[in-house]
C-alpha cells in the first residue's frame, strides 16, 4: 500500500486523503411531523445557549416543564400541512441544492449537506467527509444575514465535533452573503420573473425576514443592520424593472416567539395593518431564506394568507425562496467556487 507516493509497512491502518468537502448546512427540520419528532427536535434547538440566551437554571424548567409539553403538539400541525412525499420541504430542497452543484467542481470534491439541529447532522457529514480522504473542507451556513443564532451555532457545532479528531481537515467557512452580488443578483431576477407571471400587480411587496429578540441588536449582532441592507441592495436593483413599477417596499420580521421584545416591524401586524389601510394586493418574498420551509408554506403562505385577507386584502401570494431555481442555483455554485479559491 502507499501514500502520498510512499510505500507503507503492510500492518499501517487505510489512509484515504486529497479530496475536498463541501457542506451546506441549513438550520434544521424534524424527523417527521409527528408531535414526538418535533418534541425531540425542539428540544436541541430551544436548549442551544445561543438561541435562547437565558440561563439554562431558568431556562431549562420552562423548556422541560411548560414550552416541551405545549408547542410540539401546535408545531406538529403546522408541519403536517407542508410535509410532502419527499419528507421536510426545507430538507429536501437542501439536498437538491447540493445535489444541483455536485460535480461541477472537479472529481475529488465531495458535495453534500447538513442540518444543524435534526438529521442528517453535521457530525455525521464531517464524520463521513474524513473517512472518504477530505483533508479540507468548506462549511456553508446556508444563511445570507448573520445571525449568531444561527451562523455562529455553526462553528460551535463544527468545532464540538473537530475537537474529538486526531487528524483534523483544514477548514474554511463561506462569509455571510447579504450584500453579495451573486446572491442580490439572483434575487432581483428569481423575484422579477415570479412576480411577472402573477395575475395581479402587487401594490406592496414585503420582504420577511425572520425575527430576533431586540437584545441581539442591542448587544452588537449585526442581523438587523444585514436584513436592511440586503432589502435596500434588492429594492434598487427592482425599481427600474417594469415588474416593480409603483410597488411599495416594506421590510418586516416575522416568527416572534416568547415575550420579549423583538424586530420590529413584525410581519403579521403589518400584514393586518395593510389590509386594514386598505392595501388591496400584496406579494410577500423572504429574502433571508435560502430554501423554503415551516415559515414560508405555512407562517406566510397560509397564515398570512388568511390575516391579509380577514382584514380586507384581495390579491395575496408568497414568493418561493431560491431553492433550486437557476438564479438560486447559479449563485449557490458561484459563491462555493470563489470560496474554494486555491483548493481548487
Known amino acids: 500500500m502507499t501514500w ?3 510505500q507503507l509497512p503492510s500492518d499501517h491502518p487505510p489512509v484515504s486523503s486529497g479530496s475536498i468537502g463541501v457542506l451546506l448546512v441549513n438550520l434544521g427540520t424534524p424527523d417527521g411531523p409527528d ?30 416543564g411548560i414550552i416541551l409539553n ?26 437538491q441544492q447540493a445535489e444541483a452543484i455536485a460535480g461541477t467542481f472537479g472529481d475529488n470534491v465531495i458535495v453534500d449537506y447538513a442540518m444543524r439541529y435534526g438529521s442528517p447532522s453535521i457530525e455525521q457529514r464531517l464524520t463521513e467527509f474524513t473517512a472518504k480522504g477530505c483533508d479540507r473542507i468548506l462549511i456553508a451556513p446556508m444563511y445570507p444575514q448573520y445571525c449568531a443564532a444561527t451562523t455562529a451555532t455553526v462553528f460551535d ?22 450584500d453579495d452580488d451573486a446572491y442580490v443578483d439572483a434575487l432581483a431576477d428569481d423575484l422579477s420573473r415570479q412576480v411577472g407571471g402573477l395575475a395581479f400587480k402587487p401594490e406592496v411587496l414585503l420582504l420577511s425576514f425572520h425575527g430576533m429578540p431586540m437584545r441581539t441588536l442591542e448587544k452588537g449582532d449585526p442581523y438587523h443592520c444585514h436584513c436592511h441592507k440586503t432589502s435596500r441592495l434588492l429594492r434598487e436593483r427592482l425599481m427600474g424593472r417594469p415588474e416593480f413599477d409603483g410597488v411599495r417596499f416594506e421590510t418586516t420580521f416575522q416568527s416572534r416567539f416568547g415575550r420579549a421584545q423583538w424586530l420590529e416591524p413584525a410581519t403579521d401586524d403589518t400584514l393586518m395593518a395593510e389590509g386594514e389601510k386598505g392595501t388591496k394586493r400584496l406579494v410577500v418574498a423572504a429574502p433571508g431564506f435560502a430554501a423554503d420551509c415551516v415559515e414560508t408554506l405555512e407562517e406566510l403562505a397560509l397564515e398570512g394568507r388568511d390575516q391579509f385577507l ?4 384581495e390579491e395575496y401570494a408568497v414568493l418561493d425562496c431560491l431553492n433550486v431555481s437557476g438564479s438560486g442555483v447559479k449563485m449557490v455554485d458561484a459563491i462555493i467556487r470563489r470560496e474554494l479559491s486555491g483548493w481548487i
Open 35 to 64: 408531535p414526538a419528532s418535533v418534541k425531540r427536535y425542539l428540544k436541541q434547538f430551544l436548549s442551544d445557549r445561543r438561541v435562547i440566551e437565558i440561563p439554562p437554571i431558568a431556562w431549562q424548567p420552562i423548556l422541560r
Open 70 to 95: 405545549t408547542r410540539p403538539q401546535k408545531s406538529s400541525i403546522a408541519y403536517t400541512k407542508i410535509w410532502t412525499d419527499r419528507g421536510s420541504p426545507l430538507a429536501d430542497i437542501t439536498a
Open 157 to 178: 457545532e463544527v468545532a464540538r465535533v473537530m475537537g474529538d479528531m486526531r487528524w483534523q481537515p483544514a477548514l474554511r467557512f463561506v462569509p455571510p452573503y447579504h
Open 310 to 313: 380577514e382584514a380586507g386584502g
Open 4 to 6: 502520498q507516493g510512499q
